[in-house]
Each structure stands twice: as C-alpha cells, then as structure tokens.
C-alpha cells in the first residue's frame, strides 16, 4: 500500500464486485470524481447530467467506452449521489457482461481518468467512516457473504439490518453514560451527591456486566453458527470411518482400504446438511482407528483421534458390529466414552449388509446399555442408512444450536476477546474503593468494548479490520 493509497485517502476508487465469467459482472466506482469520469465513460454523445434526479436510483442502458472512444458493451448502469449511497458518496455501477477482458478494459479506463483500485473492504469502510453502517454492521456484511448455511445468514442479516446491532449500540451508550456520570462524581466527591456516588454507579453497572456475561456465553454457539459444527469419526481400524465419511460428502476424499491404520492423520472437510428446521454446516473430521500399535507415525495419528474427539462437538462413533465386542471398547474408547463425553456421541453401525440380525441385534443391545444419545445403522456400499445418519446427526446439532428470536449471539474472535476483556475491567470495578478507580476502569472498559461498538478504535485497527474482507466489498 502506498502512502497515497490508504484507507482514510479521499481518492476515487474502482473495483470488480463480482466474479467474471457468468452472464453479468458488476463494477462499482465510489468518490468524488464518480460522476466526472462516469461522464467520460459515457463517451462524448452522451449528456447525462449527474447527479439529476431522474437519472439516479435506477438501471439506465447505453454504450461505455474507453479512453480510446471504443466501445467496450452495451451496459447497464446506476447512479447514487451523495450521501443517499452504499458509501455515503457519489458512487456508479456498471452491470456488463461477464466477460473477463470487458471487465479488466473498463477498470484500465476508470483508471486512467482517475479511480484507483480499490483497497479490499475500502467501499465498506467508506460507509462506516461516512455514517452509513456501524462497523459491528459492516463486519456482517462479511459474515453474509461467507455464510455456508440458513442460520449464518440470519444472524448476519439481523446485524446488517440492525436488529442485533441496536442491542451493541445500547450496551455501549448505557456504559458511556455511567462512565460519563464517573466523571462528573470525580469533581464532586467531597459533596454528596447521591445520582454520582460510588454505590449508586456501581449498582447502575450490574445490567451492564449480567448482558456481557450472557453474551460471552454466546461465542460457542455463535461459532458453530457461522464455521460449522465440529464432528469427529472415531472408531477402531476398518470400522468404516473413511467409508461413512465419503458418502456423506458424496465423493473418495479419505483412502478407504482393508489394510489396518491406513488413515494416519485427520482429514477435515465442510459439509452443509438440510435439517428439519434449517441448514447447518459440519467440520467433518475423519480421524486414525484406534488400536494397539508401535508404529511411531500411527501413534501421532491416534493422539490426534484422541485431541479431535475430545475438542469435537459431536463425536460419531463408528461400529463394524462383525468385528468388535461394544462392551469391551478398549482403553482409548472408553476415554473418549467417558461420562463427560457420553451426551456427545452418536453410534453408527456400519456394514449392516453383512451382518447376521442376531448379531445386529446383540450390538443394538449393547449401545442401549451405554447411554448414547442416538443410534444409526448403514452401508457405505450399498447407501442404505446414509440418509437416516445424516438426519440423525442434523437433529442432535439443530438441538444443540437453538436460539432465541433476535438472540444476540457473538461470532467473531475479536468479539468474543472483546466483550471478556471489557468484562474483565468492569468487575474490577465493583471492587476498586474510590471513584477515580472506578472512572480509570470504565474508561478502559469503553476502550475494551472498542471492536464491538466501532468507536475509539485507531485507524491502523480499522484498515487491518477491512483488509480481511474482498476487493470490490
């Protein structure tokens, strides 16, 4: 980035918002100079006046040019004038045609008569510096277009569209107005005033402290919301872990072989299943069979079996019922059966195509005598039970997400670090003993809440927030 090309610049600045190579592409141009270069674009019979009203808000037809004056495609284009724009400035849109080479000539264009490429996020970064989003909003904005299943959206939506975001601007003007009034009893601490005193402020700051506790709580789920639920297959060698996880994804992603400890290290893979109420995104991870070995390599691999179990989610524990006493698992199972783990398992009862009913059975019994909180059986060979499985494990997950209407639930890292930290100063501040203490904590607890609530936060934080979203956003 050059000095001249940061984020707080004043530049005109032009980007592709959509991918090339389908029937349409999107151009978008944002800054001070739009509407002089879109004239230009418009090639020398035009006489479109901008910004007049008819001829903004609304898909117009006609020719774009180049710099040379020829033509580059019969377009659409739309004009937002200032500040009743995405960016709160003047902005254009170009809908071409998806042709890449359209594209990147009409970029060369704009940048010869003035618009730089954009920064990646530098059009949402425009509409949070120009009032048009808050910046908990504009992050949202990103968690939409990553979203992989009906919940993420939501929750996004719910930010953008303010419902979630009103709840962070209230939590951070009630905090403001007790530190604001910690101030003030600063100056007024050898007269008493009860609206300023130390018990009252500190009482005042208890709803506060109860909401960024339950939200705290909130980030577990908001995770699993937004990056999938972690789901571990677990099981002895050629139980049919490998086998399972390939027909779930519809595809020979893990090595499926009779050969014992052929999966070695844990393969990970995102699926998103239909539930009965919603979608929902899995982190699948088909881990090493678990056995005695001296294989040093495969000993790494059963370490990981044993990690990925225990920071799992849900743990499918998979049974070739042929080849496995159910009441003697072995030490490593019984460790990942344990009580504190129990609730978290499914038992799949693979190869049913193969074995004896009675034998079946005695495996049904077995798993009931457990406690397991659902049992599927399947033939990775055949199909049959896949659909069953899969139905099984949406409805344990779909329980395990479930949210209330307009529930506020954090689903970023720097949130969730955020509102801990700004925690963290606000209950030491009910234990400080005088005034300016408390007035010392809660400013840090304003600075704290910081990546929450948009403001107070320096411009460095703000680019290296921005510089994660895509170019064109």
């Known amino acids: 980035m050059t000095q001249r090309e940061t984020y707080l610049s004043e530049d005109t600045i032009a980007a592709l918002s959509t991918p090339t190579g389908g029937a349409v592409a999107i151009v978008r141009m944002s800054g001070p100079s739009a509407f002089q270069i879109h004239r230009q674009v418009l090639g020398a019979g035009e006489k479109a006046t901008l910004p007049h009203p008819t001829l903004l808000r609304r898909l117009i037809l006609g020719a774009i040019y180049s710099e040379t004056g020829e033509q580059l495609d019969q377009a659409l284009w739309a004009a937002f004038a200032c500040p009743e724009s995405y960016t709160g400035e003047d902005l254009i849109e170009y809908h071409i045609h998806g042709n890449p080479w359209i594209a990147q000539r009409l970029l060369e264009t704009l940048s010869t008569w003035g618009a730089r490429q954009a920064l990646p996020g530098e059009f949402s970064f425009r509409a949070v510096r120009n009032g048009k989003m808050s910046l908990f909003q504009a992050q949202a904005v990103a968690d939409l277009i990553t979203a992989t299943n009906d919940a993420a959206v939501s929750i996004a939506l719910e930010k953008i569209t303010g419902a979630q975001s009103q709840i962070i601007s209230d939590l951070g003007k009630g905090l403001r107005e007790i530190a604001t009034l910690s101030e003030v009893g600063i100056d007024f601490a050898d007269q008493d005033v009860e609206e300023v005193s130390l018990p009252r402020l500190k009482n005042r700051l208890q709803p506060t402290i109860q909401r960024l506790e339950e939200l705290c709580q909130t980030y577990s789920r908001g995770m699993q919301l937004q990056e999938g639920i972690r789901v571990a297959l677990v099981g002895l060698p050629n139980a049919g872990k490998s086998s399972f996880f390939n027909a779930l994804l519809g595809a020979d992603r893990s090595i499926v072989s009779e050969l014992p400890g052929t999966t070695r290290d844990t393969i990970r893979e995102k699926l998103t299943l239909r539930g009965k109420k ?180 320096p411009d460095d934080i703000l680019g290296k927030i921005f510089s994660n979203f895509c170019i064109g956003k």
């Open 278 to 457: 919603s979608s929902l995104t899995l982190r699948l991870e088909d881990t090493a069979g678990l056995r005695t070995t001296q294989d040093t390599i495969e000993k790494l691999g059963i370490k990981r079996t044993l990690d990925s179990a225990e920071n799992s989610d849900l743990i499918l524990w998979m049974i070739d019922p042929n080849s496995v006493s159910i009441d003697s698992p072995g030490d490593a199972m019984k460790q990942i059966l344990s009580d504190s783990q129990i609730r978290k398992v499914i038992a799949i009862l693979t190869k049913i195509d193969t074995t004896p009913s009675p034998v079946l059975q005695a495996a049904r019994d077995a798993i009931s005598r457990l406690g397991i909180v659902a049992l599927a059986e399947i033939s990775s060979l055949t199909g049959a039970g896949i659909d069953d499985a899969a139905q099984k494990i949406s409805e344990f997950c779909e329980k395990s997400l479930e949210r209330k209407p307009g529930e506020l639930i954090l689903t970023r890292l720097e949130h969730s670090k955020a509102a801990q930290e700004t925690l963290s100063h606000l209950k030491r501040a009910l234990l400080v003993p005088e005034i300016d203490l408390f007035a010392s904590d809660l400013r840090q607890a304003l600075n704290a809440l910081a990546p929450l609530i948009g403001d107070t936060l």
